[in-house]
């Protein structure tokens, strides 16, 4: 059964940076675009950066030029490089394929607060 595990999140003050980690068990990410997903209070969850198999990468508009996604297959990892945070940057952030092939994990909570 594939797991995913996030880790990363925390309390962090308005500006300040956060890397965000997505491990996989049972199953080699490598061949899935994967995606970042977030989801605050009362609302839906949303896509927030997207990465193909082959390292193309696509951001919702509102942390373009703010966050970066990126993978390491080695290491069966998806990554989320968080700066310029904002209070509305505050979620708990999933990770899963685009197509949502995988239940999801717990996520890790972000809380940008001064």
């Known amino acids: 059964q594939v797991q995913l595990v996030e880790s990363g999140g925390g309390l962090v003050q308005p500006g300040g940076s956060l890397r965000l980690s997505c491990a996989a068990s049972g199953s080699n990410l490598s061949g899935y675009a994967m995606g970042w997903y977030r989801q605050a209070p009362g609302k839906r969850r949303e896509l927030v950066a997207r990465i193909s198999s082959g390292g193309t990468t696509y951001y919702t508009d509102s942390v373009k030029g703010r966050f970066t996604i990126s993978r390491d297959n080695a290491e069966n990892t998806v990554y989320l490089e968080m700066n310029s945070l904002n209070s509305e940057d505050t979620a708990v952030y999933y990770c899963?394929?685009?197509?949502?092939?995988?239940?999801w994990g717990q996520g890790t909570q972000v809380t940008v607060s001064s």
């Open positions: 899963n394929t685009y197509v949502l092939t995988f239940d």
